[in-house]
């Protein structure tokens, strides 16, 4: 083969594995966005409120029991629970590393979760 058929497929290579690697990243946070959205639904129809850290405490179960990668150190911050006329908000915040053996690249990550508030009855 000429150097600059094997110079293509490595960069090819190369593009492929930094996509997957990124791309795994991706699909954790959909996966982890869908566990939240779920949950601040749940705690909006339920009459006994789970106050917030027994909301946070049962994102973090429900995430283990789906097997999805999250780091430990992820920040919480939850709107509107109190407050059954508002919609409940839950964000997450954390950096996830992806490592490229090269370098390892981090990645500032924020999911948000919505809960609607129930509409008024008139």
């Known amino acids: 083969m000429r ?3 094997l110079l293509t497929l490595a960069a090819i290579g190369v593009v492929i594995f930094a996509g997957v690697k990124f791309g795994a990243v991706y699909v954790n946070k959909m996966q982890f966005r869908s566990v939240i959205s779920a949950e601040a639904l749940d705690a909006r129809r339920e009459t006994r409120r789970p106050g917030a850290k027994g ?9 283990q ?45 924020q999911v948000v979760g919505r809960a609607d508030a129930p509409e008024q009855k008139k």
């Open 65 to 109: 029991f789906e097997n999805i990668k999250v780091p430990e150190d992820v920040e919480f911050a939850i709107e509107g629970l109190d407050e059954p006329s508002a919609d409940l908000v839950i964000t997450a915040d954390y950096t996830e590393v992806v490592d490229l053996y090269v370098t390892k690249v981090p990645m500032k990550i």
């Open 3 to 5: 150097l600059k058929t």
């Open 55 to 63: 909301l946070i405490r049962r994102i973090n179960e429900r995430v």
